[in-house]
């Protein structure tokens, strides 16, 4: 059960990542290469958690993922606030 909890959390950061640079002709390469980093990242955790029976680890490997979505979600958010703004300003 565990397991598909982290499977699908980051499907949901793939998904918001698509979203976000899906559509869009100009953006940052360096943060399109981070949160793509970010997301492969995220997806070996997530795996590794699958694999390990060390609790102490899979605590470890959590936080790090958590750690990771929680930023990654900080991020899209933002901008998804500045295309909103783009947007009311008519650019």
Do not use: H, P, W
């Not at 959590?62 to 990771?68: G, V």
């Not at 930023?71 to 901008?79: E, G, I, Q, T, V």
Request: positive net charge.
């Amino acid at each position: 059960m565990a397991v598909d909890f982290f499977a699908k959390e980051v499907e949901k950061l793939r998904r918001r990542f698509n979203g976000i640079y899906g559509d869009r002709t100009i953006f940052d390469l360096r943060s399109r290469q981070a949160c793509i980093l970010a997301i492969c990242r995220a997806s070996l955790l997530s795996q590794s958690i699958r694999d390990t029976t060390d609790e102490r680890k899979i605590g470890e490997m959590t936080r790090e993922l958590c750690a990771i979505q929680d930023n990654l979600n900080r991020f899209f958010d933002r901008m998804e606030e500045q295309q909103e703004r783009r947007l009311y300003a008519g650019r």
